[in-house]
């Protein structure tokens, strides 16, 4: 990543909007904005298949795990302003083998630290998570609120965006996916 072009860029959009980089209040702006920029975007440098790797045995359990609720903020490729809210991971395990559940977190943070869309993110997380761990299926849904949305007025403060992917059993069974729904929206109350 490239500090000095943020400090840069940050200059140049003050200077734009008519202000006066070099007042008080606004001197060190650049230098802020481009250190939270870092912490926005230092996404993990490492594959899906090393966060996933299987872990623990799971013997004989079939059904899905389901992590809800994990917290998560990206930010919209469109705006360059933030989303943020909450995703909820169903997987069925592949071979009765299951991953640590801080992995799931993991790679959910790896696909928010960068320019993204919800629907693209959503994917990104049920095609990793399905690739290296769950042959039986992965059910993934994304609740956010975009600042893009709600600071102009368009929407109001409050309203999310939902977002699902899913692939395997949760595609062929219905009944899978209206139980994971159920639990998800009912911790959410
Ligand atoms: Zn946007």
């Known amino acids: ?65 389901l992590v809800r609720n994990i917290q998560f903020s990206s930010f919209c490729e469109h705006h360059l302003l933030p989303f943020f809210g909450k995703i909820s991971v169903a997987y069925i395990p592949k071979n009765g083998s299951v991953v640590g559940l801080s992995k799931l977190a993991r790679v959910v943070a790896k696909y928010s630290k960068r320019l993204q869309l919800q629907e693209r993110l959503t994917r990104q997380i049920a095609d990793a998570i399905g690739q290296h761990t769950a042959n039986g ?12 949305m709600t600071a102009r007025g368009i929407v109001q403060p409050g309203a999310e965006v939902i977002t699902r992917a899913m692939c395997g059993e949760f595609l062929l069974d219905k009944s899978i996916v209206a139980d994971v729904q159920q639990l998800i929206f009912s911790a959410n109350g």
Do not use: Q
């Open 1 to 65: 990543m490239d500090f000095d072009k943020i400090v840069a860029g940050v200059k140049m959009m003050i200077d734009g909007i008519g202000d006066d980089a070099l007042r008080e209040g606004l001197v060190d702006t650049p230098v802020r904005v481009a250190a939270i920029w870092k912490s926005f975007f230092d996404s993990e440098n490492i594959s899906d298949k090393e966060i996933l790797k299987l872990s623990f045995g799971a013997e004989n359990y079939g059904d899905f795990i």
């Open 137 to 148: 299926g992965v059910f993934v849904l994304v609740a956010a609120r975009h600042v893009c």
